[in-house]
């Protein structure tokens, strides 16, 4: 991406530049990766870029842009480099720290808003999201639920900073709370924590042995704390439901994410709680894939 007698470099040039950088470096989304890291660095809306096609970029701009675009070509994610992501139709913070919402996860929101817009008992549920993250299910669900009052917990220090700026970025701080701890540990600090009406967690469920499989771009960026999830990828699964009997009020409801390939471990996981869980279900994601195990607290 050097000047050339070609004249300036344009916003409509450095788009089709990048676009076919992207493409022969295979960056996911080769176009819309393009726009979002030249928004990002004009500090403008994307719409926004097709209306200043002709306009040329400055020096300290371009030279920002051009870093970006080979650090994008080296696979690192462009929501990391912008330091945003979206999901659920809402904007979050995104660091190092914490996964990148994924489209996959949407599933498991969709699923939880299910019995709190049509079941009887769950018109104001009390919501706990482990494994919080960039804070992204607990504030999807906070603001579709307004009468949701969530308690959301990660064991990482550095993700809990970020879910509690995304938190009061979104305005929801009157309704979500973010604790430091592992699993319900964190529960510890909340004042008379009450029983749930629900419990959501997107654990880590990348069995150890496939880790150095994954895409570069996550095996190399994303934090591994937040993908490993042991031998088989259900230990924080098991963790989970251990303690989750005990702080779901009857008739309460647990989903956790999964795999694509785990819903039988999950469906015998949940059977060894049959004393407490009943109407297992494995739930699909938009692509047909099983994605999220669901059951009911007797």
Known sequence: ?????????????????????FTRKEVDGPRLSAELLLAHVLKVPRIKLYTDYERPLSEKDLTRYRELVQRAGEHEPIAYLTGKAYFFNLEFDVTRDVLIPRPDTETLVENVLQPSRNAAGFESPRVLDLCTGSGCIAAA?????????????????????????????????????VEQGDLYEALSRVPDPQPFNLIVANPPYIPSGQIEKLDRNVREYEPVAALDGGIDGLVVHRRIFDGAAERLLPG?????????????????????HAEHFDDVRVLKDFAGHERVLTAARK
């Open 1 to 21: 991406m050097s000047s050339a007698a070609t004249g300036p470099w344009t916003v409509q040039r450095l788009l089709e530049w990048t676009s076919g950088f």
């Open 141 to 177: 669900i906070a603001s579709r639920l307004k009468n949701a009052v969530v308690i959301a917990t990660d064991m990482s220090e550095r993700a809990v900073e970020v879910a509690r700026t995304n938190v009061a970025k979104l305005g929801l701080e009157g309704r979500v709370t």
């Open 252 to 272: 309460g409801r647990i989903f956790l994410e999964i795999q694509f390939d785990q819903g039988p471990g999950m469906k015998e996981l949940a059977s060894s």
